[in-house]
């Protein structure tokens, strides 16, 4: 069974950083192209970050010296750090994965509230 379970969100105060956590079973981690979303409410989901099975990142505008990601296919996991964290951060997390040769993320987790106070 293909899973993606992400952790680490929680409430933070503006400026102050958090790490997600996203664990992959059931698949054969080392070869999919990773990434991040988020959506905030009455938003429509976004793209944050992404990594290839070889390592080369993207971020989006929003987050492009704030936010990190990273894995580590020993342990099936990517990572988001994020830091300087502002209330438009705001949002649910999602972590997404998808084979090199699919062009959609086709495996999603179930979200992780970031909550960031002004």
């Known amino acids: 069974q293909v899973q993606l379970v992400e952790s680490g969100g929680g409430l933070v105060q503006a400026g102050g950083s958090l790490r997600l956590s996203c664990a992959a079973s059931?698949?054969?981690?080392?070869?999919?192209?990773m990434g991040w979303y988020r959506q905030a409410p009455g938003k429509e989901r976004e793209l944050v970050a992404t990594?290839?099975?070889?390592?080369?990142?993207y971020y989006a505008d929003s987050v492009k010296g704030r936010f990190t990601i990273s894995r580590d296919n020993a342990k099936n996991t990517v990572y988001l750090q994020m830091n300087s964290l502002k209330p438009e951060d705001t949002a649910v997390y999602y972590c997404?994965?998808?084979?090199?040769?699919?062009?959609?993320?086709?495996?999603w987790g179930q979200g992780t509230q970031v909550t960031v106070s002004s």
């Open positions: 997404a994965g998808r084979r090199v040769l699919d062009t959609k993320f086709t495996t």
């Open positions: 990594i290839t099975s070889g390592g080369s990142t």
């Open positions: 059931g698949l054969t981690f080392g070869s999919y192209f």
